[in-house]
């Protein structure tokens, strides 16, 4: 069968239906080319794509499918920062990798959706599901999205009615806690990230942390945990709240170890915290781990200007890959736990 292109010029706009109606085959088995093409042999699959290339026909709009079916065979990422902290952040990287290569698999698409300095935009990208990356969930735009009824996937906290990927994050803080004050510490600064979005700065851990940062508090808590049960006087544990990155952690370092010269270890909550607390434990020849013993928390920094990292290992892009199995797959709620690993290395 051989189409005259030059017959159709002038003809009305091809669809689906017209191509199966010139072809003499039915609406399903075209359809089934674009959307379903597991359905068709390669051979069928490809004899109806060379004719509608011929007639210049590119496929089904996609965005008219989605409006009038609901789906658009896209997932939305949610996630704390500005959209260049995913190509920055070793984790978040990694994470991305995991994500993207499960999404080429299942021939979805991905949308990234930052929540810093968007706090108040509508969330009105069409996606058939979210995946929710340790994120402030007070956020505006996070109630939005559970108020869609769309599936949600949370990564390193649990909500009761959606699927979770994640390590058990109090688990791993205890032991790092345990570990340090078998080593005999008994002075802790800690170095986080917020527990929401307003909080910075310096306080003591006399009274359990609060917040709306799930991830943060299952964290900081267990540390807190593990120093009221060895008996250690908490108004001389310290907690510093500020942005994710070396900088700032260097920053927080600075003003724990000024400000209370007591602390003998810094537990970082990830390892871009860590980087910043070594330099500048370096720059003030302040030896590490004799004077400050450093942990810090993902393993995606093994050595810092020559010392061997202390920290957990999980695996950021198994976390990825999973989430996006679990909010295609539309099964029962499921809390799926990845394995993580204490790695005792020289910074403690």
Not at 200 to 212: E, F, H, I, N, S
Not at 295 to 313: H, P, S
Request: aromatic residues 6%; contains cysteine; glycine residues 6%.
């Amino acid at each position: 069968m051989k189409i005259n292109v030059n017959d159709n010029k002038d003809k009305k706009r091809i669809t689906i239906k017209s191509l199966a109606k010139i072809m003499g085959i039915s609406h399903t088995t075209v359809s089934n080319a674009w959307n379903n093409p597991e359905k068709l042999s390669p051979e069928l699959r490809q004899r109806i794509l060379q004719y509608a290339s011929e007639l210049g026909f590119q496929g089904p709009d996609k965005l008219a499918r989605a409006l009038r079916t609901g789906k658009s065979d896209t997932i939305g990422v949610i996630f704390n920062d500005s959209m260049s902290y995913v190509f920055i952040d070793p984790h978040d990287i990694a994470l991305m990798r995991g994500i993207a290569v499960q999404c080429e698999e299942q021939n979805v698409n991905l949308v990234l959706i930052p929540l810093r300095k968007r706090q108040q935009t509508p969330l009105n990208t069409l996606v058939d599901g979210y995946i929710l990356n340790a994120t402030h969930n007070n956020a505006a735009m996070i109630q939005h999205a559970l108020a869609h009824g769309r599936p949600v996937v949370t990564l390193d906290f649990q909500f009761p009615d959606h699927s979770s990927v994640s390590i058990d994050n109090a688990c791993a803080m205890r032991d790092i806690a345990r570990y340090l004050a078998d080593k005999g510490h008994r002075h802790f600064g800690i170095i986080a990230f917020p527990s929401q979005p307003s909080a910075q700065g310096m306080c003591d851990l006399t009274a359990p942390v609060t917040g709306d940062n799930l991830l943060m508090l299952s964290r900081v808590n267990a540390c807190r945990e593990v120093f009221q049960r060895r008996g250690f006087a908490l108004d001389t544990c310290w907690l510093y709240q500020t942005r994710h990155d070396e900088e700032h952690g260097e920053q927080a370092s600075k003003a724990l170890l000024e400000t209370h010269p007591e602390i003998t270890a810094l537990i970082c909550l990830s390892d871009r915290f860590a980087v910043g607390a070594i330099h500048y434990c370096q720059r003030q020849q302040l030896a590490v781990p004799q004077r400050v013993a450093v942990t810090g928390f993902d393993n995606l920094a093994v050595e810092v200007a020559g010392i061997r990292l202390t920290t957990i290992a999980q695996d950021a892009e198994k976390k990825g890959e999973m989430a996006v199995k679990l909010l295609l797959t539309r099964g029962p709620v499921t809390h799926y736990e990845l394995p993580y690993q204490l790695i005792i290395r020289e910074s403690a």
